[in-house]
């Protein structure tokens, strides 16, 4: 006998699921409620196996009471009831094992039983098709023998343990996994995600945009063999980072080593600022952070460095800090001083072109009399 109770604002759709189960047979109904605050409290104690849940209801709506469900007697399997299709999507992503479509059917609530009567153990994952779907088995959480392999500096690039490039299915799927990624491991509530990544829309909208793009993430993460990647627990997400391997934690270990860091190593690792390419907003901070340390560390490499290395780190000074008048000029030192002249005048060459342009430094008076030595006043 399967233990169920029964979750819907209508009172009406409660005693019709009921009488369904009960001609169906081998289902006990344990309780029908019309606020999911009301079975939050005895979910526990009733210990079903089975919650029917309705989606739109007033107050704590269904996909979000089926989260707080999981969280409080975490055995049961839900099955949506919903009048309207495109929650289904939204489903997969907050423990369903399946959705149904009012009005229900007996024939299609009895193939659902039966489905469970033969896989007890299904759980979250992705639909099979259909009006009605049965969500597939939850795998164990993926190995970390071969970790994720992430780029942040420049453009986001995610490459599974075998170097695969992994695909996004949306571009907003791509920014959850940078922004759940990016609190490294850090709950983080719903509304703060959605304030992130949909600051423009009404809630109701940015909710229903947020469950499908959850749903695309965790789908492209366990396509590429990692999965449980993403949690949910305490009203809040988190990713489990341990997982993944990123330019960006190697850059911060070359950071901490402050003037013993290998300078090549230093310089070839940023290959732009963090999440540059991708212009997230809320990137912002971090971005700034890091690119401060980085134009720090370099500074500090500056007063131990000669010939080649020097070279390289003030040449990257000027790319990170194209305004900075004294990486021009000490750039311009350097090259004088090792007899390049024909590199001299390409970087004046190229200043000039900058201040024609308004992009680049003020040539300060210093900087005049080395140009001169090289183009004589006419």
């Known amino acids: ?3 169920a109770i029964l979750i ?25 409620f019309q606020q999911a605050a009301e079975a939050l409290e005895r979910v526990a104690e009733l210990q079903p196996e089975v919650i029917f849940l309705d989606i739109e209801m007033p107050g704590l709506n269904g996909l979000m009471a089926a989260e707080q469900l999981h969280l409080r007697y975490g055995k049961a399997e839900i099955v949506f009831v919903t009048a309207y299709k495109e929650y289904a999507l939204h489903a997969f992503d907050v423990y369903a094992r399946g959705y149904l ?10 193939k659902l039983l039966s489905h469970y009567r033969s896989m007890p153990s299904l759980s979250v994952a992705e639909s099979g098709g259909g009006d009605d779907a049965v969500l597939d088995r939850v795998a164990e959480p993926a190995s970390l023998e071969q970790p994720l392999k992430l780029n942040v500096l420049g453009g986001l690039e995610l490459f599974t343990g075998d170097g695969e ?6 571009r907003k799927t791509k920014e959850l996994f940078a922004y759940l990624w990016h609190h490294q491991g850090m709950p983080v509530y719903r509304h703060s995600i959605l304030d992130a990544l949909w600051p423009e829309l009404a809630a109701d909208r940015a909710q229903a945009l947020f469950h499908t793009t959850m749903y695309h993430l965790r789908h492209t993460l366990k ?3 990692y999965q449980e990647m993403v949690v949910f627990a305490d009203e809040r997400y988190m990713m489990r980072i341990e997982g993944i391997d ?15 860091a290998n300078p090549e190593e230093l310089l070839s690792l940023y290959r732009g600022d963090y999440l540059e390419l991708e212009h997230y907003r809320w990137a912002e901070a971090r971005r ?7 134009v720090q560390a370099l500074e500090q490499l500056l007063t131990q460095e000669q010939g080649m290395r020097r070279e390289a780190l ?17 750039l311009l030192l350097h090259l004088d001083a090792v007899g390049n002249g024909g590199a001299v005048l390409k970087v004046i060459e190229q200043l000039h072109h900058q201040v024609k342009e308004e992009m680049g430094p003020e040539i300060t008076p210093a900087m005049q009399t080395l140009i001169k030595r090289y183009i004589p006043k006419k």
């Open 288 to 294: 700034d952070e890091l690119r401060a340390a980085y």
């Open 101 to 110: 479509l009012k009005p229900v059917s007996k024939e299609r609530l009895a």
């Open 223 to 225: 396509s590429a063999g």
């Open 8 to 32: 819907d604002d209508e009172e009406i759709a409660l005693d019709v699921l009921e009488i369904l189960l009960k001609e169906i047979g081998g289902v006990s109904v344990l309780g029908k």
């Open 165 to 170: 490039l992994l695909t996004w299915r949306t």
């Open 1 to 3: 006998m399967i233990k």
């Open 314 to 330: 003030l040449r990257k000074l000027v790319e990170l800090e194209p305004y900075a008048h004294m990486h021009v000029y000490r």
């Open 246 to 260: 990123s330019d960006v934690k190697r850059l911060e270990g070359r950071l901490r080593e402050g003037r013993e």
